[in-house]
């Protein structure tokens, strides 16, 4: 039983910073791929970062690409996802997720099985 657990959301002004971790237990391989997912209100679920577990492999999207960082606490299982320089637009439910394969790009959220229950971020003007 795979359980991923986020924390680390809150209201932010529009400049600020935030970081959200993701707490995972039940990963016996730890070779996955460990994503961060974003929706808004009225929004489909978008890609916002991804890293390799073991390899430490990123990946990002555009709109976050050098205001994010994503890593990862091996010895705690926690990945983390250090959102700088933020915008009204990165307001949404952040969400991370893990495949049960490692063989996969990271981009899409049909490539992964388990979720979080996801953690708000707001960012006001």
Known sequence: QVQLVESGGGLVQVGGSLRLSCAASGLTF??????????????EREF?????????????ADPVKGRFTISRDITRNTVYLQMN??????TA?????????????PISALAYDDWGQGTQVTVSA
């Open 93 to 105: 439910v952040y969400y991370c997720a893990v495949p049960r394969r490692s063989n996969i790009v």
């Open 85 to 90: 320089s933020l915008k009204p637009e990165d």
């Open 48 to 60: 916002v970062a991804a890293i390799r577990w073991t390899v430490g492999a990123t990946a990002y």
């Open 30 to 43: 730890v070779d996955y791929y460990m994503g961060w997912f974003r929706q808004a209100p009225g929004k």
